[in-house]
């Protein structure tokens, strides 16, 4: 999964969930971006995004592994 889908996909869950999202592509690092859900931040690279790269994201972020599902 590339890192536009993955942002997508998350957006849609905070949606359906009532959840704060926020997306910050420009304060990372490089090509890094910042994604923020309920006050949880983490830095989210670019390019493609393994299944445990992303299984990280999401208990960084507090979410369960099936959110994107």
Same mark, same amino acid.
């Given at each position: 999964?590339?890192?536009?889908?993955? +942002?997508? !996909? !998350?957006?849609?869950?905070?949606?359906? *969930?009532?959840? &704060?999202? &926020?997306?910050?592509? %420009? &304060? $990372?690092? $490089? &090509?890094?971006?910042? =994604? %923020? +859900?309920?006050?949880? %931040? %983490?830095? +989210?690279? #670019? $390019?493609?995004? *393994?299944?445990?790269? =992303? #299984?990280?994201?999401?208990?960084?972020?507090? !979410?369960?592994?099936? #959110?994107?599902?």
């Amino acid at each position: 999964m590339k890192r536009p889908k993955f +942002v997508r !996909l !998350l957006k849609q869950f905070c949606r359906r *969930t009532g959840r &704060s999202f &926020s997306s910050d592509l %420009t &304060s $990372g690092k $490089g &090509s890094h971006a910042r =994604v %923020t +859900v309920n006050g949880k %931040t %983490t830095t +989210v690279k #670019a $390019g493609e995004l *393994t299944p445990a790269y =992303v #299984a990280l994201l999401l208990k960084q972020l507090g !979410l369960p592994r099936d #959110a994107l599902d």
